[in-house]
């Protein structure tokens, strides 16, 4: 398994204070030669064990059956959503899980690969929320750009920083996908991924907060009921 050998450059470590960053700012070309061999060591092993047939089988096209916005952050991958993710994930990723940032991404995954799923996901101790919700002014251009489109109060307590961003980021879908979600051909989640338990649910939780626009619990779970319908009669209708 890979060694975490490059956790003191965790994205969110390197924005929310500059003392925080100034640790390890610029990394070190040792750690990268060493962590390089690494993962040609791990990938030998992915490939070795998956066999040929698997691959090729891959080569013939992705239908990914969810298009996923999730942030850049080192401690949130796809071995926590799915065990095989390989042509089943269409995995988008920037800072703070933002559509803003990435919606052609966003617009080939549900219009082109035909996923069935929008799932959002936000995640405890984000580094992007706390910077957008304080001063950072003094950061590199490019990046101030990407927490721009990031709305969130000033001073907001972390996870409440992180829920009211996914929310933002389910109501940006909504408003882009109201027809196929009206249909039932699309289902839009925001999700939080906890690893810090901040929402009391359990440490490492995917906790769904947002479920097309419906944030309480009961709509939310009104919503995947009639999309759980809306599967049945096309299926029915298909056959």
């Known amino acids: 398994m890979i060694k975490k050998k490059l956790v003191s450059l965790l994205f969110a470590a390197t924005l929310v204070t500059p003392f925080m960053a100034s640790a390890h700012e610029h990394g070190e070309a040792g750690i990268a030669r060493s962590f390089i061999k690494e993962i040609q060591a791990v990938e030998s092993s992915y490939a070795s064990v998956h066999g040929a047939a698997f691959f090729q089988e891959l080569s013939k096209g992705q239908h990914p059956r969810a298009t996923v916005v999730t942030c850049s952050d080192s401690r949130v991958h796809t071995n926590m959503l799915d065990q095989s993710p390989e042509g089943d994930l269409f995995m988008i990723r920037d800072i703070g899980n933002q559509i803003a940032t990435a919606r052609g991404s966003v617009e080939y995954g549900i219009n082109h690969l035909g996923s069935s799923l929008l799932l959002i996901i936000g995640h405890s101790k984000c580094g992007a929320i706390a910077a957008a919700s304080n001063d950072y002014s003094s950061l590199e251009p490019a990046i101030k750009k990407e927490l721009d ?91």
């Open 149 to 239: 489109t990031i709305k969130v109060d000033k001073g907001v307590a972390s996870i409440d920083g992180v829920k009211t961003n996914v929310n933002n980021q389910v109501a940006d879908a909504m408003n882009e996908y109201a027809e196929a979600v009206k249909e039932g051909h699309l289902l839009i989640i925001g999700a939080v991924y906890d690893f810090a338990d901040d929402m009391k649910q359990g440490a490492g939780k995917l906790n769904l907060i947002n479920v097309n626009g419906q944030t309480d619990a009961g709509k939310m779970q009104s919503e995947l009921v009639r999309k759980d319908i809306a599967d049945e009669k096309d299926a029915v209708k298909h056959h």
